[in-house]
């Protein structure tokens, strides 16, 4: 009996286990990612990111040849198009920030130095939110560990994705909003139009009775 018990006790930690990664991976919004750059181009990741939102980005080259060490210059710009790092011959470096304003942020990559010939694979990390915290150092400071750590990841992801829900449901209200205003301009400019073809047909008509009336043909 203490056997099922403890089987039973299993199952429901490593379900608790399964959904906290399952919720954690959807509201993590962010991941590894390979990136292979062109000899002669330059290759950017973009990501839609709220505003005061932390994120951090790990990048390494990947080297697969023996006596080549490429290195790759780094940009990443704000919506507004302002730089928020950038670096020139790295072949391994961070860039982290806070968001400013909310929009597509893009980081380009492209080689430099003297490999310029050469395909050159990149590894790119980047987490967003709550993908940025440091677990290990709450765990220490909240003296909590286990399940107990892993319900509070899997709250504080809950909470990111109804903050998520919230701002997708705002967008939906403004993009419905632009959709009714579209249409009630399409009515009134439909309805002018309609007006003016009508008012036209009717001095047509007019013009064309004075004429004949002139001509004595009518």
């Not at 597509?104 to 993908?131: H, P």
């Not at 002018?192 to 004429?211: M, N, R, T």
């Amino acid at each position: 009996m203490l056997v099922a018990v403890r089987q039973e006790e299993t199952m429901a930690r490593g379900g608790a286990w399964a959904a906290a990664a399952a919720v954690w991976w959807m509201a993590a919004g962010a991941g590894a990612v390979w990136l292979e750059i062109a000899p002669s181009g330059t290759k950017c990741v973009s990501e839609e990111i709220q505003s005061n939102v932390v994120v951090i980005g790990d990048y390494s080259v990947l080297y697969d040849h023996h006596h080549a060490h490429p290195t790759i210059a780094v940009k990443v710009t704000s919506p507004f198009g302002d730089v928020v790092h950038k670096k020139e011959k790295v072949s391994m470096e961070q860039f982290a920030f806070t968001t400013a304003e909310a929009g597509n942020y893009l980081a380009c990559f492209s080689i430099d130095g003297e490999d310029r010939g050469l395909v050159v694979k990149l590894n790119l990390d980047w987490k967003i939110g709550i993908a940025t915290r440091d677990w290990d150092s709450v765990a220490k400071k909240e003296k909590i560990e286990g399940v107990e750590l892993e319900l509070l990841k899997l709250e504080v992801a809950v909470q990111s994705i109804h903050e998520n829900l919230l701002l997708l449901k705002s967008k939906e209200a403004n993009m419905r909003d632009v959709s009714e205003k579209t249409n009630s301009r399409v009515t009134w400019l439909s309805m002018l139009s309609l007006s003016v073809c009508i008012a036209v047909s009717v001095l047509q008509l007019w013009h064309l009775q004075q004429y004949f009336r002139k001509k004595k043909l009518i």
